[in-house]
């Protein structure tokens, strides 16, 4: 009977460990479990032992990682492309070392996933505690208010600049700009900021922890 792969459905040969489309681990039993229904021979106990994470453990290689990140990439700016990719190379790392320490010294692109996401959600949070804290220092320490204040007022002026030239109703752009320049629009709009730059920064470090999973399970899995 021809084997396929539960994900992609390729076929795929007797023996395989791994599909060779897309990678995902097969499970394989041996003709006297399979005979007698058995359980998985160590190679399936390794898979399944691969997909968790030990938090415990993985803890110390994420927190500080995450943390000094998420300090990075508020200096380099969150949106830039190096604190986008720092974030990534950052959860990349974390993976790598969690997974030094394990048996089996790999994990699956899942849990490398898990471990990218909680690498994101702490970095990205440090990353906008620290643009927080910035931005409350400069209005009410260092009395930047009113730059602030001028500089929003100039790109909302600008945004109905562009509004009226493209033909936009004059009334809405009023109504719109009364909101944008009042307190509550003000608050509304960095915090949108905010949640956008965190989003990308999680994003890109599920990213990275899964592509180090799926690099480091090619060259640690076991048969190699």
């Known amino acids: 009977m021809e084997l396929t792969c539960s994900r992609c459905h390729q076929t795929v040969q ?17 003709a006297e479990n399979s005979a007698d229904g058995g359980q998985p021979d160590r190679w399936g106990e390794a898979v399944r032992d691969a997909n968790v994470v030990d938090w415990h453990s993985a803890a110390h290689s994420i927190l500080p990682l995450a943390i000094s990140a998420g300090i990075l990439c508020f200096m380099l700016s969150p949106v830039s492309i190096f604190g986008l ?17 394990q048996q089996p010294s790999w994990i699956t692109v899942g849990a490398g996933a898990r471990i990218g996401l909680v690498v994101g959600i702490v970095g990205s949070w440090t990353s906008a505690a620290m643009i927080g804290l910035s ?19 100039n790109v909302v002026n ?16 009023a109504e719109v700009k009364a909101m944008l320049i ?37 060259s640690h899995r076991p048969g190699n």
């Open 135 to 153: 931005l409350y220092a400069m209005r009410f320490w260092l009395r930047q208010g009113s730059s602030f204040d001028s500089f929003w007022q």
């Open 182 to 218: 009042s307190p509550e629009g003000r608050a509304g709009m960095v915090l949108f900021i905010v949640a956008f730059l965190m989003s990308t920064l999680v994003l890109f470090a599920v990213a990275g922890g899964a592509l180090s999973a799926r690099l480091l399970a090619r």
């Open 85 to 101: 990719l720092l974030m990534g190379a950052t959860a990349a790392w974390a993976v790598a070392r969690y997974t030094r320490d």
């Open 14 to 30: 007797d023996g395989d460990r791994y599909c060779p489309a897309c990678g995902l681990p097969q499970l394989v039993y041996s």
């Open 158 to 173: 600008q945004q109905q600049a562009q509004g009226i030239a493209v033909g936009a109703d004059a009334q809405t752009l």
